[in-house]
Nanobody, 115 residues
């Protein structure tokens, strides 16, 4: 079993910054990808950013240039640095991990951006 523990969410004013962290533990087998998705009220969950073990990164168009994903391979941890936050970034942010045994999700952390 794989556990993902997220931290770093909170309330911030528009234009501010937050840094999310997600630490993975448990029976992890050859991670393929780690990343973040988000779900705003009344909307479907969407991919925010991903970081493949190959080094490839992928971002949603809505966050390009504002968000940066990074990984610490030694700690099985992924980070999401969020700058220039907008009210439309308000959502629950979920960490995910894909390895040889399957896909796993964290419980989510709330990010609220006030205008």
């Amino acid at each position: 079993q794989v556990q993902l523990v997220e931290s770093g969410g909170g309330l911030v004013q528009a234009g501010g910054s937050l840094r999310l962290s997600c630490a993975a533990s448990g029976n992890i087998f050859s991670i393929n990808v780690m990343g973040w998705s988000r779900q705003a009220p009344g909307k479907q969950r969407e991919l925010v950013a991903s970081f493949a073990t190959s080094g490839n990164t992928n971002y949603a168009d809505s966050v390009k240039g504002r968000f940066t994903i990074s990984r610490d391979y030694s700690k099985n941890t992924v980070y999401l640095q969020m700058n220039s936050l907008k009210p439309e970034d308000t959502a629950v942010y979920y960490c995910f991990l894909g390895d040889r045994s399957g896909n796993y999700w964290g419980q989510g952390t709330q990010v609220t951006v006030s205008s």
